[in-house]
């Protein structure tokens, strides 16, 4: 069946405008994460939504960022007036239920590059 | 709080040779789950397998073993008959109960033909 996917793949944006990163979980899936990748750096979690339940944003770095998730489906990441310090890989991850236990299972990613 | 240690950034290792990634974590919970990851250059993570730290067996998939030892708060990846295919970055990652997943800063191997 069809995986994780995430639109654009390749994002390269001016410094100051907003964008908008999106994510397809696996359908059936609940629960919902996105991720940060730096370059030569590990995972950083940026936000979780389970279900109905209110999300855990505690792993967005700056009100800038934002996430919603339509019809507990596809998920859209906003980072808004955009900065260098942004340019990263975005992963989004989903899982069946949202137990810790559970696989994650990955998108491609989205790099975005801020000029 | 959690954290994840991957103290080798690179490794290589000869094509049908055995490698063991390292890795260790800080702790207070006595139930919990390890993970590693491994991410190709297509930038797809993919989990390799998972322990639950209340099972003392040590989790095993086909080449994949690990090396659990919760007392010192280690869990090594184990790779047998390293093949082409494995060259990756390698994420050790920890979650808690009904928590999220915190991740290391990984591993890069390399297969040498």
């Known amino acids: 069946g069809a995986g994780v996917s995430q639109s654009p793949s390749n994002k390269v944006t001016e410094k100051g405008k907003d964008v908008e990163l999106r994510c397809d979980p696996i359908s059936g899936h609940t629960a919902l994460y996105w991720y940060r990748q730096s370059l030569g750096q590990g995972l950083e979690f940026l936000i979780y939504f389970q279900g109905n339940s209110a999300p855990d944003k505690s792993g967005l770095p700056s009100d800038r960022f934002s996430a919603e998730r339509t019809g507990g489906s596809v998920s859209t990441l906003t980072i808004q007036r955009t900065q260098q310090e942004d340019s990263a890989v975005y992963l989004c991850?989903?899982?069946?239920?949202?137990?810790?236990?559970?696989?994650?299972?990955f998108g491609p990613g989205t790099r975005l590059t801020v000029l | 709080a959690q954290t994840v240690t991957q103290s080798q950034p690179e490794m290589s290792v000869q094509e049908a040779e055995t490698v063991t990634l390292s890795c260790t974590y800080d702790?207070?919970?006595?139930?919990?789950?390890l993970f590693w990851y491994k991410q190709p250059p297509s930038r797809q993570m993919i989990l390799v397998i998972r322990?639950?730290?209340?099972?003392?067996q040590n989790a095993t998939e086909n080449r994949f073993s690990v090396n659990f030892q919760k007392a010192a708060k280690s869990f090594s990846l184990k790779i047998s008959d390293s093949q082409l295919g494995d060259a990756a970055m390698y994420f050790c990652a920890y979650s808690g109960l009904r928590d999220k997943i915190i991740f290391g800063k990984g591993t890069r191997l390399h297969i040498l033909p």
């Open positions: 322990q639950e730290a209340y099972k003392q």
């Open positions: 991850a989903s899982s069946l239920g949202g137990a810790s236990a559970e696989t994650q299972y």
């Open positions: 702790t207070s919970e006595s139930d919990y789950y």
